[in-house]
């Protein structure tokens, strides 16, 4: 069965819990069982389980990070990892005349995307380094942080008032150069993969233009890609006090060709916007 496929593909942090639940609000099924919300998503994930533990399975056979933090590309599929692809996407293709889903570890693995869904649509998110490393740095220093909040009164005044900004400042010096790495890996992944597609296949869009740019957006998947949904606008979905401040995340990365790097990989990336 011919199914008319979209992949959803973006880095962690970047918008695409947002962009799948405005698209499931169309009309698209994006997985019959969902992983459900977190305190940092709290309208829900959007991620099909089937694709979600796909992907942490095979990063964990290969000793990675399940959460897909890593610097390097993934190794090839085993012979069983590949036939185990293959029977979930034919079950999907099997069930549905039209299907997507989002998981951001999918950056990780499209060439065998590529090679097994040939025909399928790709929807890139774009954010830029800077929001995306400083809202990854702030939630997780969130979860670190939340054993002190639980702490009594004093204790917690004494974290807050005098413990945390330094807390603060050397988290963001440890991790910062690392996250911005993890930006690098899949938004690599993402231009090496549009860069082999036929045109027309792919669109490029920073989920913050949807906000104006939704109708636009909508009208491609509708009438040139075929896709069965009904309008809703954007901002229905948007909201806007789940924003982080965005840090100075320069000021942390010691590595200063590391920012030169992905400044580039920036407007490489927004050229096809």
């Known amino acids: 069965m011919n199914s008319n496929t979209l992949i959803i593909a973006g880095m962690h942090r970047s918008g695409t819990s947002l962009i799948s639940q ?20 709290r309208d829900g994930h959007f991620e ?19 959460v897909g933090f890593i ?15 293959k029977r979930i996407i034919d079950f999907k293709n099997h069930i549905n005349e039209q299907w997507g889903w989002k998981d951001p570890r999918t950056c990780l693995f499209l060439s065998h995307y590529r090679e097994l ?19 990854m740095l702030h939630r997780d220093f969130k979860d670190y942080e939340e054993k002190y909040m639980k702490r009594p009164w004093l ?4 974290w807050l008032k005098i413990r945390r900004p330094r807390q603060w400042k050397r988290f963001h ?35 913050q233009s949807l906000f104006s740019t939704d109708k636009e957006v909508f009208e491609k998947l ?28 320069d000021a942390y990365i010691e590595d200063k ?8 990989l920036e407007v490489m990336l927004r050229n096809y916007i």
């Not at 204790?155 to 004494?158: H, L, Y």
């Open 155 to 158: 204790s917690k005044q004494v």
């Open 173 to 207: 010096r440890e991790h910062a150069g690392f996250y911005l790495q993890v930006w690098m890996r899949y938004n690599e992944e993402i231009l090496k993969n549009i860069q082999t597609l036929p045109e027309g296949s792919f669109m490029v869009v920073d989920y």
């Open 117 to 135: 869904l040939p025909n399928a649509y790709y929807l890139n998110i774009v954010r830029d380094y800077k929001s995306t490393v400083s809202s």
């Open 22 to 41: 405005w698209l499931n609000k169309c009309g698209l099924n994006l997985g019959n069982m969902l992983l459900g919300a977190t305190p940092s998503n």
């Open 48 to 66: 099909d389980v089937d694709f979600y533990r796909f992907h942490m399975d095979v990063l964990a056979s290969n000793n990675l990070s399940q």
């Open 71 to 85: 610097t390097k590309p993934v190794k090839s599929l085993s012979v069983y990892q590949k036939e185990k692809l």
């Open 222 to 249: 509708r009438h040139h890609w075929n896709f069965d949904l009904t309008y809703h606008d954007f901002n229905e979905v948007f909201k806007g006090d789940l924003l982080s401040r965005v840090a100075d995340v």
């Open 257 to 264: 060709n590391l920012i030169k790097k992905a400044k580039r």
